[in-house]
């Protein structure tokens, strides 16, 4: 049963770069609600390592940030969305450092600017050496938590969105997990920023969280998702024959570690880019690499560098290594490609406006069309910026309407009875995922999944008249895995980061095609 109706001008669901951007945005002209399904630091954005890229010197350009992006995309970026990226994230980051954001910088004082795979110059920028996500949420949130017009609810569960008589969307219906009461939140805009779903996956770098529930909450009020296929696995994340995993960023290759196999020999030196070409090539050469050999990692070669610089710039990276007994000095690092980015999301336009008025996305939520087949480094952060602010301006250039009468729908409960069943069923849907639809893909291991994933559909719990918590969480990830499942199967040419073993590479226009996620396909 709802226990509370709060009304606001804007709605902000996740707190990520995306969500926290929005709402500082947002704050001076209007009353905002984020909800966080976590602590506020807590999603993916969080653990970003990688850092920002924009063009911040004058022996950079523009022209060549989004040369770099259309290059590493494939072909299917959408070269105005693009541009409006490289050109906004530029001045977005110089608002970031103007409010008081501290990059890492040179002896000199001057900003430190890394080189990562597929940028042509050094345009990098990190704070807190390789956790510059944590340092952006941790700024973001300091300047949104002191605002007397921003209310942050935590460890809120949006599990629907919710519409008016007009069609428009008007906020959400809230589980508030500390009370284990249910509330509705009723706001002229809502932004979604609720983030990707590489969690599906077995071996991945993001939160178990990370699952693409707002991916469902979009498509139940008639929001397309579109190109789910593209799902990037970043070449180098810590191999634990577990599975347990987590990112070594690829700034340690832009400083001059190199890749190894079982041998000990490079076998990147050659390659367009070697170590620093797109994360595509990358990590479709690594897994080339380990199918040749017997053992299923390759080794990040570290030993020729200065111990005082990875101390100082990857610390925390060096000190998670020496932790799993691996000594830099005198072995190389093993790794292997995992989930890391989903490439498709809500389908929106330059402003992040989705099909249903009223309803925004931004961040790794949303498809806006700037990474194509595959995403270049660093690009998501500026993505997050560039995209937030712009649906917050959009919003507000429209006009924040009091929503019409809205229908709340069935209140949610959590029977923890379901807790254990749920876990061992994400388990094995996330080996699936893995094996089948994984870094390279095929005709017969697609249908074997959705054979696989159908079967596991038809023992989802039944979703009553009551959400059931577990339930809710089970039917989504099959529903959305499948849908994953069959955007690889329909896009048979091989482009970027989605890999068919059975045909050859370009067989498809340049386009943003993907499955919509309808009722009829989510059922």
């Known amino acids: 049963m709802t226990v509370d109706t709060l009304d606001c001008d804007f709605l902000v669901l996740g707190s990520g770069a995306a969500g926290l951007y929005a ?9 905002v609600i984020v909800v966080t399904d976590g602590a506020l630091a807590s999603g993916s954005s969080y653990w970003a390592q990688g ?30 969305a693009v541009e409006l990226l490289v050109a906004e994230g530029a001045a977005a980051v110089r608002d970031l450092i103007a409010a008081g954001m501290v990059f890492d910088t040179d002896a000199d004082g001057r900003l430190r600017r890394g080189l990562e795979g597929g940028h042509s110059y050094r345009r990098i920028l990190h704070a807190l050496g390789v956790q510059t996500g944590r340092a952006l949420v941790d700024f973001l949130i300091e300047r949104v938590r002191g605002l007397p017009s921003v209310h942050v609810i935590e460890h809120g569960f949006a599990h629907a969105l919710l519409r008016d008589e007009n ?19 009723r706001a ?15 071996r991945t770098t993001n939160p178990p969280g990370a699952l693409g529930l707002g991916l469902g909450l979009a498509r139940d009020i008639g929001a397309r998702c579109i ?50 070409a797109p994360r595509d090539a990358v990590a479709a050469a690594i897994t080339a690499e380990i199918a040749r050999q017997r053992c299923p990692w390759v080794g990040l070669d570290l030993r020729h560098l200065d111990p005082a610089m990875l101390r100082q710039s990857f610390g925390f990276i060096m000190d998670a290594i020496a932790e799993r007994g691996i000594d830099v000095a005198r072995e190389p690092v093993p790794v292997a490609p995992a989930a890391h980015y989903c490439i498709g ?13 009223g309803l925004y996305a ?29 649906a917050v ?48 893909r095929d005709r017969a291991g697609l249908e074997s999944a959705l054979a696989a994933i159908e079967a596991a559909r038809s023992t989802t719990p039944v979703v009553g008249s009551s959400a059931e918590y577990f339930a809710f969480r089970d039917r989504h990830i099959h529903d959305l895995a499948q849908t994953i499942a069959r955007a690889a199967l329909a896009r048979e040419a091989s482009v970027g980061v989605h890999r068919r073993r059975d045909s050859s590479a370009g067989g498809d226009e340049p386009d943003r095609r993907g499955l919509s996620l309808s009722a009829a396909v989510m059922s």
């Open 393 to 440: 301006t959009h919003a507000f250039d429209q006009g924040l309407a009091r929503p019409g009468p809205i229908a709340s729908g069935p209140p949610m409960t959590i029977d923890p009875a379901g807790a254990a069943s749920f876990a061992g069923r994400r388990r094995e849907l996330g080996a699936l995922m893995t094996r089948h639809v994984g870094i390279e």
């Open 23 to 31: 709402a500082w945005q947002a704050a001076a002209q209007a009353r």
């Open 167 to 185: 069609g428009r969307c008007a906020g959400a219906r809230v589980f508030a997990h500390e009370r284990a009461e249910d509330m509705t939140i």
């Open 227 to 276: 190109d789910l296929e593209f799902v990037q696995f970043h070449p180098t994340a810590f191999y634990e024959p577990a599975g347990r995993t987590f990112l070594i960023s690829e700034a340690l290759r832009g400083a001059g570690a190199t890749l190894v196999n079982e041998a000990g020999a490079r076998f990147l030196a050659d390659a367009p880019g070697a170590e620093l």
């Open 345 to 357: 999301g809500v389908a929106t336009d330059r402003d992040g406006v989705t099909d249903v008025a």
């Open 188 to 202: 002229a805009a809502t932004v979604l920023a609720t983030g990707g779903y590489s969690a599906l996956y077995r």
């Open 51 to 80: 850092g920002i890229a924009a063009v911040t010197t004058d022996d950079d350009t523009l022209e060549a940030h989004v040369a770099d992006t259309l290059a590493a995309g494939r072909g299917l970026c959408d070269r105005a």
């Open 362 to 390: 931004a961040g790794e939520v949303a498809a806006t069309g700037v990474h194509g087949a595959n995403r270049l480094a660093s690009n998501s952060l500026l993505e997050c910026l560039v995209f937030a602010r712009r």
